[in-house]
């Protein structure tokens, strides 16, 4: 028996249910096989240099995979988040303490739903969405990042903070990589100067908005007695990963 079938495996449900993937990508399934963590994901976690790069996260996720087939950098972030979520139960138990305006606080992660998919998505023939900025009035066609995405956006802003470590242009770098097309226009410099020059407050709020309903992804609130009754966001602290870890 090879080693690697030693292992107990769980299956990941994934918040978008494999919509928008190539119909030939095992993502379609909308699940992921993922086996538990051992001492040697333990020292994963632990290299410095994964640390230092920022790169410990990922570099776990594709250990756990079993599928190597998989294309790691097609996978959306909401549904990253929900197989970061299972490898935390499956390393170290669903409870999870952190701190919350100086109270412990602790959920269940087990208990953590997927959001309803939104029509819009639901609807989608292919990762490829529409806005119309309610403000300007200008009609864009935009996708939702994947992993893969998200890597060429940090590429960028480590650019970027070579040049001027006072730089923090993460917002309107992501709104560049997510907009395909402005009424129309695919050329990507003209992307890149509605977002520096057209794209009003107002509109990058409403379309951020809109976004934020539309991605697929895990309903990670919880619920304090003095929070607000929509819930807040659970933060995923350094001991979300690292539970015995000292802060």
Same mark, same amino acid.
């Given at each position: 028996?090879? &080693?690697?079938?030693?292992?107990?495996?769980?299956? =990941?449900?994934?918040?978008? $249910?494999?919509?928008?993937?190539?119909?030939?990508?095992?993502?379609?399934? +909308?699940?992921?096989?993922?086996?538990?963590?051992?001492?040697?994901?333990?020292?994963?976690?632990?290299?410095?240099?994964?640390?230092?790069?920022?790169?410990?996260?990922?570099?776990?996720?594709?250990?756990? #995979?079993?599928? $190597?087939?998989?294309?790691?950098?097609?996978?959306? =972030? +909401?549904? @990253?988040?929900?197989?970061? =979520?299972?490898?935390? #139960?499956?390393?170290?138990?669903?409870?999870?303490?952190?701190?919350?305006?100086? @109270?412990?606080?602790?959920?269940?992660?087990?208990?953590?739903?997927?959001? !309803?998919?939104?029509?819009?998505?639901?609807?989608?023939?292919?990762?490829?969405?529409?806005?119309?900025?309610?403000?300007?009035?200008? &009609?864009?066609?935009?996708?939702?990042? *994947?992993?893969?995405?998200?890597?060429?956006?940090?590429?960028?802003?480590?650019?970027? %903070? @070579?040049?001027?470590?006072?730089?923090?242009?993460?917002?309107? *770098? %992501?709104?560049?990589?997510?907009?395909?097309?402005? /009424?129309? /226009?695919?050329? @990507?410099?003209?992307?890149?100067?509605? &977002?520096? $020059?057209?794209?009003?407050?107002?509109?990058?709020?409403?379309? %951020?908005?809109?976004? /934020?309903?539309?991605?697929?992804?895990?309903?990670?609130?919880?619920?304090?007695?003095?929070?607000?009754?929509?819930?807040?966001?659970?933060?995923?602290?350094?001991?979300?990963?690292? !539970?015995?870890?000292? =802060?």
């Amino acid at each position: 028996m090879a &080693v690697e079938n030693m292992f107990p495996t769980e299956m =990941v449900e994934l918040p978008s $249910k494999g919509k928008l993937y190539p119909k030939d990508s095992p993502l379609a399934k +909308g699940e992921i096989e993922i086996r538990y963590m051992t001492a040697a994901d333990e020292d994963l976690l632990t290299n410095q240099n994964y640390i230092e790069r920022g790169v410990v996260v990922d570099k776990l996720l594709q250990s756990l #995979i079993v599928d $190597k087939s998989i294309d790691y950098n097609q996978i959306l =972030v +909401g549904d @990253k988040n929900a197989l970061l =979520v299972a490898a935390r #139960i499956l390393g170290y138990g669903a409870k999870y303490e952190f701190n919350y305006r100086g @109270k412990k606080e602790e959920v269940d992660l087990s208990q953590i739903p997927a959001k !309803p998919l939104h029509p819009d998505f639901e609807a989608a023939k292919e990762n490829l969405f529409t806005f119309k900025c309610p403000t300007g009035g200008a &009609v864009l066609e935009f996708k939702l990042l *994947t992993h893969g995405d998200d890597q060429m956006v940090e590429q960028e802003l480590k650019g970027l %903070r @070579k040049v001027n470590k006072d730089a923090s242009p993460e917002l309107s *770098t %992501r709104l560049k990589y997510m907009i395909q097309s402005v /009424n129309g /226009n695919t050329d @990507k410099k003209a992307i890149r100067e509605f &977002v520096d $020059k057209g794209f009003l407050a107002r509109d990058s709020r409403a379309f %951020r908005k809109y976004v /934020n309903e539309l991605q697929p992804d895990l309903d990670m609130k919880f619920y304090p007695e003095d929070g607000p009754e929509d819930g807040v966001p659970v933060p995923i602290e350094v001991s979300f990963l690292w !539970p015995d870890i000292d =802060v």
